[in-house]
């Protein structure tokens, strides 16, 4: 969605409210495409004093395979955005300058790519069908959020001898 602001600009107490879907069923997040269905925005552009404030509130659902368990998953999807529009930057090379959205020369701005940009950079490097996800068992691949799995743990080969000897020990207690 282009967000025209020639009007904005000019009029600070204003504001230019938008409400509509977006599709990022497109968009790959650590090797999944969770946006299967498309997310609801709803925000507004503000002329604070001059300043133009962007706001949007980003709602929907996910769905991914775990990657622990790789139980196929889906839940709820939320992002908040708050960032400043600009003309120009006065510095480029600031690092303060990481929330500010550079305006075209028409003053207006593409808002999907704002939206895109900050879901990539929300997204957790994991996604988790909850946070104390047990994973699979490493022998046997049974989802240890169902339960154990019985398999023996296995030594570290480091500590061998400190379960032999462990063995041994509980040999001669039997006895």
Not at 32 to 45: C, D, I, N
Not at 132 to 158: A, I
């Amino acid at each position: 969605m282009r967000l025209e602001l020639a009007g904005l600009i000019e009029h600070p107490g204003r504001s230019l409210p938008f409400d509509y879907t977006i599709d990022l069923s497109d968009l790959e997040i650590n090797f999944q495409s969770p946006f299967t269905k498309p997310l609801e925005v709803h925000g507004e552009v503000r002329n604070t004093a001059g300043v133009l404030e962007l706001w949007a509130e980003v709602d929907g659902e996910i769905e991914f395979d775990c990657s622990r368990c790789a139980e196929h998953t889906t839940a709820p999807y939320a992002l908040d955005i708050e960032t400043t529009l600009m003309r120009e930057l006065a510095n480029p090379d600031d690092f303060a300058n990481v929330d500010v959205v550079l305006l075209d020369a028409d003053l207006s701005f593409e808002l999907d790519e704002v939206i895109r940009d900050a879901a990539i950079l929300e997204s957790d490097m994991l996604f988790l069908c909850r946070e104390d996800c047990k994973g699979v068992c490493p022998t046997c691949g049974k989802n240890l959020n169902d339960g154990p799995c019985g398999c023996k743990p296995e030594t570290d080969p480091r500590l061998a001898a400190l379960q032999d000897l462990l063995d041994e020990m509980k040999r001669e207690d039997n006895n």
